[in-house]
């Protein structure tokens, strides 16, 4: 009998929402043939990673087994989907396929990074189906936030997956493909095996909106304004950024775009096609010399993004523009959990200026781009398949995924990050768990989020640093230590200077320590950082990070 398998392996993207990438795998244990699905980013926090770039997926494990990746696919062109490609390619070798949209911003990413452009394939939409290994894959058009978003439908030697990717069942999506039940269940009549699938917005208890509804909405409030308009919505939202600029071009508005990603995005969609009749735009010079009232400007940043346009505008001047009282600013955007603190921030300073901000909080001016609660079952009767398998969500969507798809008398499995599912039978079953690390992106460095570099960081600056300077010849010592400190007060409870204080109590030690302590480095060191980290207690309540540099000068 074969021992053969299908296995299904998320590494980045499941129990979290971000940092997609996913792998399925056929063959025998540990011998499987491998496709790869999105290499995606997720963003660093001060108080987690800070000073971090980047974070992605660990692929230390599909690193080892290269040699047996048929492919890597991307679902769509979200950050968090493609963004890791150019960091990771060089690691994986793997030919790239996307669509025609998608593959654009693929290509750019890996020459962005050196890697070989000519590893994207760019494939065109279903029916048509690649060859890789022991899988086809086609990418089945489906309405999402951005154009050109697809789920995966994978043939194995076992059965079909499909893999939704992200999407929303939108009809109406005004710029990409929409929602078409007829394709599905023509791909799903002769049975599906799995159904591995968006668990975003499970919590949400109502049927998802169309794009087409927020279009009203927002006309009608951009047509009331007095002073200059400002919006903000995700830059790969190209059908929101179309609506937004018809809305202002409906008002009698000249429209702008500032920041980079909402001009690369609509360039990218006008070239590929996937976006017509945009209305035209000035560039922020003449922006300048356009009457207030009759001028929208359409900026990046809806995340609170501190480098971002809508961030320059609340701190003063973006590009010579700025906002006055009486202005409008507009935020055509869901707030991602974890970004509160960076949009309250700018929604503050723009309050501080006379600015009106309008959030979501009405529902009138965003709908979201994944599938509610209803729409999730709905895919599962449309699909009808053996088994779902929740992904891209937090642990409690996954959880809550499994418990619907069970209510539907579906097979289900709990599988976060590191689990490795086998399909091959009737129900899912944990094959193995595999380590699924995170990997931060440090300037221009790979870093293990293991490694301690940001670990130490976080004790820094939590704790303060303190470095002491030792200089001996032989045994003795030459002067006196000396301290130097960063990110701790001046003075503490004597009302002394701390570098008085801690200088003092070293010398303290080094004049009585035993000449046994004194000729090894290793004891002296780790002397001198106990005396530092209790007189630091004593003196200011806190125990520093401690750095101590011994010179030892030979005679």
Partial sequence: MSNE??????????????MNAYVYGWGAPDKERLIVVD?????????????VDLIFA?????????????????THAHEDHVGAIGHLWHRLRAPIYARKFTAL??????????????????VEAWPTTTKVGPFSV???PISHSIPESSSLVIDTPVGRVVHTGDFKLDETPLVGEAWDPDMWRKIAKDGVKALVCDSTNVFSPNPGRSEVTVGPEITKLVSEAKGMVVATTFASNVARVKTLAAAGKAAGRSVCLLGRSMKRMVEASVETGVLTDFPAVVTPEEAADIPRENLMLLVTGSQGERRAASAGLSRGKYLGLQVKEGDLFL???????????????????FSEKGVDVVDDSSG????????????LDEMHKTIEPDMVIPMHGEHRHLREHAKLAASNGIASIVAPNGTMVDLTGKTPKVAEFVEAGRTYLDGSVQIGAMDGVVRDRIRMAINGHVLVTLIMEDNDVLGDPWVEISGLPETGRSKAALVDVLEEDLGQLVGRAKRKTMSSDEALEKELRQVVRKSAQDEIGKKPEVTVVISRLSA
Avoid: C, Q
């Fill in 39 to 51: 290499l995606g980013v997720t963003f660093p926090e001060m108080e987690g990673s800070p000073g």
């Fill in 105 to 122: 911003h693929a290509a750019r990413k890996l020459s962005e990074h050196g890697g070989d452009e000519n590893a994207i394939k760019v």
């Fill in 331 to 349: 935020f055509s955007s869901k707030t991602i959990p974890g970004n509160e603190r960076g949009v309250s921030r700018i929604i503050n300073a």
């Fill in 5 to 18: 398998r299908l296995i299904y392996l998320p590494l980045g993207g499941a129990g979290e929402i971000g």
């Fill in 364 to 375: 009138h001016y965003h709908v979201s781009g994944h599938a509610n609660r209803p729409d």
């Fill in 58 to 74: 660990d692929v230390e494990w599909l690193e080892a087994r290269a040699d047996r990746i048929e492919g890597v696919f991307i």
């Fill in 138 to 140: 086609g990418f089945a």
